[in-house]
């Protein structure tokens, strides 16, 4: 598809079917996510993906509080690894590794649009939870989930 025509097409979807994309879609976003820009290309970001029916998965959905979720077959979880970034020094704490996750989310989600799967960018959640929730190491600060699916 041209950018121009995925641009377009973009839109948040927060309704789903029971359809699971090929594990081999999915590689194709992970691609993209890792195909994006990164401050010093130190690719402080970490990108996870998360299945339906995981225990991940339903540990994250009651962090999450957004019900909707739940119908989706697939999470990527964007990280900004701040010990990736470390030379960087405060700049790179607070800025160049969320800005490093959030630009693979973007790729991940432009990508999605090109293959015909519907997303929805997710932010709004207790960043504690989520880390709790994964059994994230410290250095990795949750930043965002990218909902991914097929459009009901
Ligand atoms: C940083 C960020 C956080 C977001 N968080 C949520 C969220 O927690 N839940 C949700 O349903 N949508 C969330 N969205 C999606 C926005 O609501 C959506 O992008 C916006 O309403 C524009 O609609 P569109 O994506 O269809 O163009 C978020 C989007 C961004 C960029």
New binding site residues.
């Given amino acids: 598809m041209d950018l121009d025509m995925i641009i377009e097409k973009?839109?948040?979807?927060?309704s789903y079917t029971s359809f699971v994309p090929s594990d081999r879609d999915i590689e194709k976003l992970v691609v993209a996510a890792g195909a994006a820009p990164s401050a010093g290309n130190l690719k402080a970001r970490k990108t996870f993906v998360i299945r339906s029916r995981s225990k991940k998965m339903q540990d994250i959905i009651e962090v999450?509080h957004?019900e909707?979720v739940s119908e989706a077959p697939f999470l990527l979880l964007f990280c900004a690894d701040t010990k990736a970034i470390e030379k960087y020094g405060d700049r790179g704490r607070d800025l160049y590794c969320i800005q490093d996750a959030?630009i693979a989310a973007t790729f991940a989600m432009l990508r999605a649009t090109d293959i015909g799967l519907a997303t929805?960018?997710?932010?709004?959640?207790d960043e504690e939870g989520i880390s709790k929730a994964f059994g994230l190491p410290s250095h990795l600060r949750p930043v965002?989930?990218l909902v991914v699916g097929y459009e009901k």
């Fill in positions: 973009r839109r948040s979807v927060r999450l957004q909707w959030s929805c960018w997710v932010g709004a959640f965002s989930i």
